[in-house]
């Protein structure tokens, strides 16, 4: 999820108790914002820390990797990607790269994606058309007459993220090739929700917040917990057993983390039971708790979820889905995720 709903929804769960919105209204004002910083600490520990000291195997920047012409080749790109997948599984040993963008000029880009062939064993890229920073294409910017890159994988892809990999703007993805079993296993982002989206995290968080006082060091942990939550339902997972275990426990899969809908209803929530709380313990409370919750919260959450998650609940990820995306790939030029 966005920064925003995770910082909301750490205020969120520390104005649930009573002694931090007291100490709040007085000399103590802190306390709903240390449940925000809980909430926002995994990602930060993350993008901020751990991503600086990510080991990088080999680097793919396609403005580096040219055709004739100077234009990014996506066969020497595939080729490249596969030659890593392949040195991973034949080695037994997990091998990670880094995708660069390619900066055209101060506010472009040029798009490129990666998908992988699950049937035919097969790393496919295609080059896309120049995006601003806001990822809005200029129409007939696509490189004419360039076909995808395609190549072989000698073994079978585990997809544990989305069939394709769009990179664009500011800082490109890393990917990991790790084998298991005789398949190769890809991970996306291998550095993020690691060991900073555990429950180890979040108790070591609450033991801090708890020198100040019992209700901060609940608050704080559960904020962080609320996090780990949020990105659960998402695709990608966390590391839940971290340091029992060095894997993701995979998501569940029913929405995006940059979904506008899905971080607008946790944003809404937040706000809601922010208002409630300080409501309900103030002197003298004016919101009746069943009729608001049911107007405010529930009747808002059954909505959007109608719209955003439900057709996806009911829907299955199938092979096909990921086989028509790569066809998709040879149609085109542009691939819009």
């Known amino acids: 999820m966005k920064g925003i709903a995770h910082f909301v929804s750490g205020v969120a769960v520390a104005t649930c108790f009573p002694e931090i919105v007291h100490n709040a209204s007085q000399s103590l004002a802190f306390g709903p914002a240390l449940g925000g910083l809980a909430g926002l600490l995994p990602d930060t520990l993350d993008f901020k820390v751990t991503r600086y000291f990510r080991r990088v195997d080999d680097e793919i920047d396609p403005a580096e990797i040219v055709d004739g012409l100077g234009n990014p080749d996506p066969q ?41 062939d699950l049937a035919r064993s097969e790393v496919v890229v295609g080059i896309g058309p120049v995006v601003t920073t806001a990822q809005v294409p200029f129409a007939g910017s696509e490189l004419p007459g360039q076909e995808p890159g395609r190549a072989q994988v000698q073994a079978h892809i585990l997809q544990t993220y989305d069939a394709e990999t769009q990179i664009d703007v500011f800082d490109g993805p890393s990917l990991a090739f790790e084998r298991v079993d005789d398949a190769l296993q890809v991970t ?79 944003v809404w929530v937040g706000l809601a039971v922010i208002l409630l ?7 003298t409370p004016i919101l009746p708790v069943l009729p608001y919750v049911l107007v405010v919260i529930v009747l808002p959450c059954l909505s959007l979820l109608a719209l955003s998650v439900w057709p996806r609940l009911r829907a299955k990820r199938q092979p096909a889905e990921v086989g028509a995306a790569v066809e998709a790939l040879d149609e085109t030029d542009e691939i819009d995720i």
């Open 188 to 266: 996306f982002l291998p550095w993020h929700r690691a060991w900073s989206h555990s429950l180890l995290m979040a108790l070591s968080v609450g033991v801090v917040g708890w020198l100040l006082a019992p209700a901060y060091g609940l608050a704080m942990a559960l904020a962080v917990l609320a996090h780990i939550i949020e990105d659960q339902i998402g695709f990608m997972g966390c590391n839940l057993l971290f340091p029992a275990s060095r894997k993701r426990t995979r998501g569940l899969g029913w929405i995006h983390s940059g979904e506008a809908i899905p971080n607008f209803l946790i």
């Open 76 to 116: 020497s790109i595939a080729d490249r990607i596969a030659r890593a997948m392949n040195r991973a599984y034949m080695s037994d040993e997990t091998v990670q790269i880094r995708l660069h963008t390619v900066r055209l000029g101060p506010d472009l880009w040029r798009r490129w994606n990666i998908a992988f």
């Open 277 to 283: 709380n300080l409501d309900r313990f103030s002197e």
